[in-house]
């Protein structure tokens, strides 16, 4: 037989061995999904809106999942402005980035004190301020969440900004589950002194750098007051991964410590 068709074997023989393993792969994922109640349409929808899920192992993944279904079935997500329709797009990117904070735990229902969220198309005027202002994300103490959908799905679907709107309210709901928004929440009683030492050093820092117009790489928003430098360092831990345990190495360890992960170490796939 001459060489060229020998090649042409090869090649045929690699197209159908590839073939093979896209459907043993897709087969796979779809009984994944399947058994936990996901569509393959519903993790493609986490896939392109929140491209961190691409990064974690898939036990991570399948906790998501897991976490963002039942998120949906307990939560009521109400449209707001002139939203006419919560669609499962929106259901999945708001549960799945909020499933990423609850990670590695014991959860019946995720974050149980949250009844709703609300979903505006854009940013919103704050009802709450004695002054109007436009927002794009809130967190009530009484149980509701307030998100702009622009807002949110552009700032989970870019890993570069460094800001996740989502990410950010619900770690303010977090901070409230044992009281007042004070930027310490649940942790275990082990961590609480070293918690409250860096984080108010890192907070300290981060005023400082702020009064002096020097370039962080927290978002200065962080240094408003505790409850804000908890929600922009949790969404640093998530977006800036690599760098924050590079510049903040003991901030670092201490959210890996109540996230229970530690995505610096994920990688794309
Ligand atoms: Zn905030």
């Not at 994944?32 to 519903?42: I, P, R």
């Not at 436009?134 to 870019?158: C, I, N, Y």
Request: aromatic share 10%.
């Amino acid at each position: 037989m001459p060489g060229f068709a020998w090649i042409i074997i090869a090649m045929a023989v690699g197209l159908l061995l590839l073939w093979a393993w896209e459907m043993w792969r897709r087969n796979t994922r779809t009984a994944q999904s399947m058994e936990l109640g996901v569509t393959d349409e519903d993790v493609d929808i986490l896939r392109r809106n929140m491209p961190i899920y691409n990064r974690m192992p898939i036990d991570l993944q399948q906790q998501v999942q897991n976490l963002t279904l039942r998120f949906i079935e307990h939560k009521k997500f109400v449209p707001c402005g002139n939203l006419e329709e919560v669609t499962q797009e929106m259901k999945l990117t708001i549960a799945g980035n909020a499933a990423m904070l609850i990670l590695n735990r014991p959860v019946r229902y995720p974050f149980r004190q949250v009844f709703s969220i609300l979903v505006y198309p854009s940013s919103f005027f704050n009802s709450q301020e004695e002054r109007a202002e436009l927002m794009d994300g809130e967190a009530w103490p009484t149980g509701s969440v307030v998100v702009a959908w622009d807002s949110a799905r552009k700032s989970a679907q870019d890993l570069r900004d460094g800001k996740n709107l989502i990410v950010h309210e619900f770690a303010h709901q977090l901070d409230l589950e044992n009281g007042p928004a004070d930027g310490l929440p649940e942790i275990d009683s082990v961590q609480v002194s070293t918690w409250a030492r860096v984080l108010s050093k890192e907070f300290a820092k981060l005023r400082a750098s702020a009064n002096q117009g020097k370039r962080t790489l927290l978002d200065q928003y962080g240094a408003e007051d505790p409850a804000e430098f908890f929600a922009i360092v949790t969404e640093a831990f998530f977006e800036r991964s690599d760098r924050l345990k590079n510049q903040h190495p003991e901030l670092y360890d201490q959210l890996r410590h109540f996230y229970r992960v530690d995505p610096a170490c994920w990688v794309d796939p």
